[in-house]
């Protein structure tokens, strides 16, 4: 929470009750599990997230959405700077 102000990476959105860490890269031992591997989600993002139907461009942080998700509010999201 601390690592990101307490609130999405992604929304901004900033109740405690629907922020979760998610692992960047898959999750294997306690080496995995470190802040730098980190970001922190609301819940619904992060579960489009592990889906890979939201990504993040890694050189740019911009955020990217799926075509599958094309007519939904997460469309909204694409383009948008981490």
């Known amino acids: ?13 900033n109740l405690p009750a629907v ?3 998610a692992h960047i890269h898959p999750y294997k031992g306690d080496h995995t599990n470190v802040v730098s591997n980190g970001l922190l989600l609301r819940a619904d993002i992060h579960t489009l997230f592990d889906l890979r139907l939201i990504a993040i461009e890694s050189g740019t942080m911009v955020v990217r959405v799926s075509p599958e998700l094309e007519g939904t509010e997460y469309e909204l999201l ?5």
């Open 78 to 82: 694409d383009g948008s700077q981490l």
């Open 19 to 21: 922020l979760e860490a």
């Open 1 to 13: 929470m601390d690592a990101y102000g307490e609130a999405c990476a992604i929304t901004g959105c």
